[in-house]
Structures are given as C-alpha cells and as structure tokens.
Nanobody
C-alpha cells in the first residue's frame, strides 16, 4: 500500500502563492504519472495538473500559466507551485497516483483557502 501525504496548504490572500508537497512512501522514480486534483465544497473533484516520470506536464486550463507541477525523485516528493492565487482556487488539494484498472492511490488532502 502506497501512502501519499500532502502538505503546504493554508490561508493566503488573492494574488499570493503557496507550494504544496506530496510525499510518497515509496520511491517515486518507479511511478510513471503523478497528478494533483482539487475539490471545492459542493463541486466534483477536478484535475489540476500531472507530471510523468520523463517530466512531461499537463495542466487544467484554469491554472495554466499560474501553477507549476514538479517532482523530486531523490526526495520521493511531488510539488505544486501555485502563484497568483484566486478565490476560485480555494479547495482541498489531493495528490493522486493512477493505477489503471486498480484503485488509484490518493492522499488525504490539504486545504487551500484564498481570501479576496
């Protein structure tokens, strides 16, 4: 069982920045794709960003140009740098490792609150 632990959430003013971390209990060099999702109250969980083992990245349109995903295989950690935060970015952010036909691995989430 892989454990994912997010951290770095908090309260920030609109226009501010936060960096989220997702620490894995295994060596992530063996993980092909890692993703960030978020879920705001009353809304469905939505994709935010992904990164492959080769460094290819993908972003939701709503965060392109503001968020940057990265991974440090030596620290077994994935990051999400969030800049120019907007009130609509407020949500619980989750780390995800997709597993195809098996149940994905998810972290417990970290809360991001953005004040206007």
């Amino acid at each position: 069982q892989v454990q994912l632990l997010e951290s770095g959430g908090g309260l920030v003013q609109a226009g501010g920045s936060l960096r989220l971390s997702c620490a894995a209990s295994i060596r992530i060099v063996s993980i092909n794709v890692m993703k960030w999702f978020r879920q705001a109250p009353g809304k469905q969980r939505e994709f935010v960003a992904s990164i492959t083992s080769g460094g290819w990245t993908d972003y939701a349109e709503s965060v392109k140009g503001r968020f940057a995903i990265s991974r440090d295989n030596t620290k077994n950690t994935m990051y999400l740098q969030m800049n120019n935060l907007k009130p609509e970015d407020a949500a619980v952010y989750y780390c995800n490792v997709p597993r195809g036909l098996q149940t994905d691995y998810w972290g417990q989430g970290t809360q991001v609150t953005v004040s206007s």
